[in-house]
């Protein structure tokens, strides 16, 4: 990519994405911009990646792709002072913001092309996964630029925009539901007797071979606990009793109640 790439707000999902962009050379550091407003973190990612770091209001008119990654709660700050340079150039903006919609993007900056992303933090190893929508000024190329960016960060699916706020409650908030899982099978291991070196091991293994298998055979889930659970066996006994605890319940109300604060995230302004 020869574009330049600017990205407003360099936290955990800014650097996520960044850092991934630049250990897989998709962009040099010298063709990234970073505008972040915490001191210690500007010099972090300064001295960490070799890249710029300055006011958001002067990236604006360098980029041709910028990316906003700043929390949905000061979307509108940050929009107030993007607006004006905005309006004398016209990067495509990507916008990984929970809930802020395409209305709410292109009601702020009027002609820009907008495209609405929701990536997630294993990007930062190159097994995200991100969907996109695009918004109505946003064209075929724009589409390429989005799709060709988030590819290099792992998986990308475009969806529209009305299912964004589920998408985001499952793939976004997903690696939290996953890293509870694994540390509670890891806290179980030990429970029964296991070093807790050990027990991580085991629980991230067993998780990560799990979801391997049934990519790579495309077997339904409940096919693979069916000829897990031996009859009289041990694994009946644990899936009963993830059942009485209402494991499964849980998880769909989880991506539920994360869908719904996605769109109460969406409905500030
Ligand atoms: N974390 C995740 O897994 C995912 C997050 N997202 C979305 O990504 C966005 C960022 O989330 P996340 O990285 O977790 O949040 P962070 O708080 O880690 O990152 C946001 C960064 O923006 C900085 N910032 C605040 N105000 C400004 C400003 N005016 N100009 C420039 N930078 C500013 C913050 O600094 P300070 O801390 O000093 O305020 C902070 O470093 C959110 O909108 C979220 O919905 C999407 C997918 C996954
Ligand atoms: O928790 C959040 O609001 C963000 C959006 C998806 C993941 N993290």
């Known amino acids: 990519m020869s574009v330049k790439f600017g990205i407003i707000g360099g936290g955990v999902m800014g650097e996520a994405l960044l850092s991934r ?36 209001n002067q990236i604006v008119t360098q980029v041709s792709v910028l990316l906003l990654a700043i929390k949905p709660q000061v979307f509108t700050t940050v929009a107030a002072e993007l607006a004006s340079p905005l309006a004398k150039s016209t990067p495509l903006v990507i916008s990984i913001l929970a809930g802020v919609s395409l209305s709410q993007l292109e009601k702020v900056f009027p002609q820009v092309p907008v495209i609405r992303a929701m990536p997630n933090t294993p990007a930062t190893v190159g097994v995200g996964m991100t969907a996109i929508s695009l918004g109505a000024q946003a064209g075929d190329r724009d589409k390429q630029i989005a799709q060709q ?40 291991g030990v429970a029964a007797g296991l070093p807790r070196a050990i027990a991580t091991q085991l629980a991230l293994q067993t998780v990560r071979g799990t979801v391997q298998l049934l990519q790579e055979t495309q077997m339904h889930p409940a096919e693979l606990k069916d000829r897990v659970t031996s009859p009289g066996g041990t694994t009946i006994a644990g899936v009963a009793e993830l059942e009485r605890a209402g494991f499964r319940a849980g998880l769909i109300a989880a991506v539920k109640a994360a869908a719904v604060r996605s769109q109460e995230l969406g409905t500030r302004d």
């Open 21 to 56: 962009l630049v250990s897989q050379k998709i962009y040099q550091p010298t063709e990234i911009i970073v505008g972040e407003k915490s001191p210690e973190r500007r010099n972090y990612l300064a001295h960490q990646y070799g890249v710029s770091v300055t006011d958001n």
């Open 149 to 188: 960016l988030f590819t290099a960060v792992g998986e990308v699916v475009e969806v529209p925009e009305t299912l964004m706020d589920a998408v985001t409650g499952l793939s976004g908030s997903g690696p939290a539901y996953v890293a509870l899982l694994v540390e509670a099978l890891s806290d179980g």
